[in-house]
């Protein structure tokens, strides 16, 4: 079985502050997807990253693929309030490639606060 | 394109009782997963469907089944609720690339039962 441990669960920070969110597994996925998820809705697909070490930019945000492709970073600077919500990553198949099936995180609670 | 789309977003229903779910995916979708999401747990898996086939199955029990029509649309279906079925029920339409499976998730359905 897959998991996905994501740290810290909870973080509270002040606007302007930078901020890491982490995704780490013993195993590894053919690809690593970042959500972020509001109260009351569903989760909304930030990022995929597919190659290891590889890193993708989102305007404040910066998504890397560890290089053996079993962890991920999320990255945020200059924390705004409307960046509060549930971030979740979710992996996806293995060394041998897609399954079409996604193993979620637990996900970090992020608070920022005017 | 319209997003997806998940029918009733609230249900509040008795021990005992069964209860069915609707989810439209996105136009052009042909897959569609179902995910139970509880602060404890985190987002599981339910299953996934293509083509109207169930090609992917989580660890739930029998009570929980699922289906999918010829217009993509699915339905998911828990019989015999428990109060520990009460969770927001979110539904995901995939778009598959070479490698990489991305999902795009409804607004969920909460349900609640007493």
């Known amino acids: 079985t897959q998991l996905l441990e994501q740290s810290p669960q909870f973080l509270s920070i002040q606007e302007g502050e930078n901020l890491t969110v982490y995704c780490n597994s013993s195993?590894?996925?053919?690809?690593l997807q970042w959500y972020r998820q509001e109260p009351g809705e569903g989760p909304v697909l930030l990022v995929t990253v597919v190659t290891g070490g590889e890193v993708k930019k989102l305007k404040r945000l910066t998504f890397q693929f560890g290089d053996a492709r079993k962890d991920s970073s999320l990255h945020i600077t200059a924390a705004q309030p409307g960046d509060t919500g549930l971030y979740l990553c979710?992996?996806?198949?293995?060394?041998?490639?897609?399954?079409?099936?996604?193993?979620f995180g637990k996900g970090t609670l992020l608070t920022v606060n005017p | 394109k319209a997003g997806v789309t998940q029918t009733p977003r609230y249900l509040i229903k008795t021990r005992g009782q069964q209860v069915t779910l609707s989810c439209s995916p996105i136009?052009?979708?042909?897959?569609v997963s179902w995910y139970q999401q509880t602060p404890g747990q985190g987002l599981q898996f339910l299953f996934e469907?293509?083509?109207?086939?169930?090609?992917n199955k989580g660890n739930f029990p029998g009570r929980f089944s699922g289906r999918q029509f010829s217009n993509s649309r699915s339905e998911m279906n828990v019989s015999t609720l428990e109060l520990g079925d009460s969770a927001l029920y979110l539904c995901a339409s995939s778009f598959f690339s070479r490698t990489v499976t991305e999902q795009y998730f409804g607004p969920g359905t909460r349900l609640t039962v007493t």
């Open positions: 979710a992996g996806e198949g293995g060394s041998g490639g897609s399954n079409y099936k996604l193993t």
């Open positions: 136009s052009g979708h042909r897959s």
């Open positions: 469907y293509f083509s109207e086939t169930q090609r």
């Open positions: 195993s590894v996925f053919s690809s």
